[in-house]
């Protein structure tokens, strides 16, 4: 399996961006998938996490209520909606497949490059 992420770039605060992940090599629509996040200096950490049929959603407090996770099986991309953007919320952002649903399953592939967002002050 191998995921792409694209969309990042650079916004001023309160401003907004979709964040879009192809997955390929791998039945999407079978997955439970994931955002996350790395920032200069930090630990990788998990922005939100959906169901392998979208039903459920869950989000790290820190975006609960600004973003929005959402899948297209027929395309087999992920999508994170980001709104209300922060300076804090400045990261490198990736996508990733759970071993099951939640915001503390494991990830099962490898990072791949990850798409940068700015935030600006």
């Known amino acids: 399996v191998q995921l792409q992420a694209f969309g990042g770039g650079l916004v001023q605060a309160g401003g907004s961006l979709k964040l879009s992940c192809a997955l390929s090599g791998g039945t999407f629509s079978r997955y439970a998938m994931g955002w996350f996040r790395q920032a200069p200096g930090k630990e990788r950490e998990v922005v939100a996490a959906i169901s392998w049929r979208g039903e459920r959603t869950d989000y790290a407090d820190s975006v609960k209520g600004r973003f929005t996770i959402f899948r297209d099986d027929a395309k087999s991309t992920l999508f994170l909606q980001l709104n209300s953007l922060k300076p804090e919320d400045t990261a490198v952002y990736y996508c990733?497949?759970?071993?099951?649903?939640?915001?503390?399953?494991?990830?099962?592939?490898?990072w791949g490059p990850g798409t940068q967002v700015t935030v600006s002050s």
């Open positions: 990733a497949v759970h071993r099951s649903y939640g915001l503390g399953s494991p990830v099962t592939t490898n």
